[in-house]
C-alpha cells in the first residue's frame, strides 16, 4: 500500500473520531452567550438597560452610537422577515427591555412600518404581519407565545428617519428615566419555533476528507492588473487547456462557470467561489493574488 493511501486512511479514521467527539461536545457541552440568543449586527451594552435600538438599515448609525451602558442592545435590521424574527428572539428572552427606539433610514423592505404593524395588529394564520407594507412580512420561525410576549414587553418609540446619534440619545435618556420595570411573564426558551432546537455545529475542513477530483476538470485563476479583469483557464482532468475565461468580478466567472456545467462537485463550487472572490479584492486594491495562498498588500 502507497504512503499516500496509508495517510489519507489515516486522515479518515481521525476525521471519523473527530465527527464522533464533536457530536458528543454539541449534545451536552455547547453553550453560547447567554443573551443575544441570535447573531446579527449590534453592539450589546449593559444588558439590565430598558432601552433596545433599531437603526433600521443605518449601519453608520449604529457605528457612531455604538456600545453604550443607557442601552441594551443596538442594531441593524434591514429585513421585515427574518431581520424582526431575530429581533424578536433577543428581546422576549431578556425581560428588562421595555422599549425599542426605531431610528435610522427606512429599508425598502419598510421595517420600522412592519414592526410598528406588528405591535399593533400581530400575524394571521400563516404567520403573516397584519397590515405591513413590505416585500413578504412573513414571520415563520419564533413561535405565536413569543410574538406575543413581543407584543406586550416593548413600546416602541418611532423616529424612522432620523440619523443623528444626539436626538436618538436624548431619547435613550427619556425612555429610560419611564422604566417600569422587568417584564413578567412565562419564561421563553431561545428557540427556533414552538420549542425545536437549533442543532449548532462546529465547523472544521480536513483537505483529504472533504477533496474529491471534478471530472469536469479544474481551473487556474490569475489577476490581470493591466486590463483590470479576472483571468481563469478551465483545463480537463487530462490537463488539456479547453477555454479562458475573462470577468471584470468573480460573479460573473462564476455565474458562467455553473451556468454552463463546467463545475460537477459541490464542494468544487465552493471552492471557486472563494478563490474568485479573493482574485476580485486583489484586483480592487492592487495586491498580489496567487492562488490557493493569502493575499499579498503591496
Known sequence: MRLKQIKTLIDKSMVWQMTQLDRI??????????????????????????????????????????????????????????????????????????????????????????????????????GRIIESLGILPVIKNVAPEEIAAFRKQIEIIDLTGETEPDTVLKVVQTARQRNPGRFESLKIAASSKAGAQVENIRCWHRESQDYEADSAGFFVIQVNTQEGEIVVEHYSSEHELLRVLHGENSLAICSTIIRNGWVTIPGHAAYLGRELGKAELALKRGWLYEQNKGLIEL
Request: overall charge positive; aromatic content about 8%.
Open 25 to 126: 461536545y454539541q449534545r451536552w457541552f455547547f453553550k453560547g452567550e447567554e443573551w443575544p440568543v441570535v447573531s446579527g449586527q449590534f453592539y450589546v451594552g449593559q444588558k439590565d438597560s430598558p432601552v433596545a435600538v433599531c437603526t433600521l438599515s443605518s449601519l453608520d448609525l449604529m457605528r457612531k452610537i455604538g456600545r453604550r451602558d443607557e442601552i441594551a442592545i443596538i442594531g441593524k435590521t434591514f429585513t421585515e422577515n427574518l431581520g424582526i424574527e431575530k429581533m424578536i428572539r433577543n428581546i422576549v428572552t431578556n425581560p428588562s427591555i421595555r422599549f425599542l427606539i426605531l431610528s435610522g433610514r427606512e429599508s425598502p423592505h419598510r421595517v420600522g412600518q412592519s414592526l410598528i404593524a406588528l405591535k399593533e395588529h400581530g400575524v394571521d394564520i400563516g
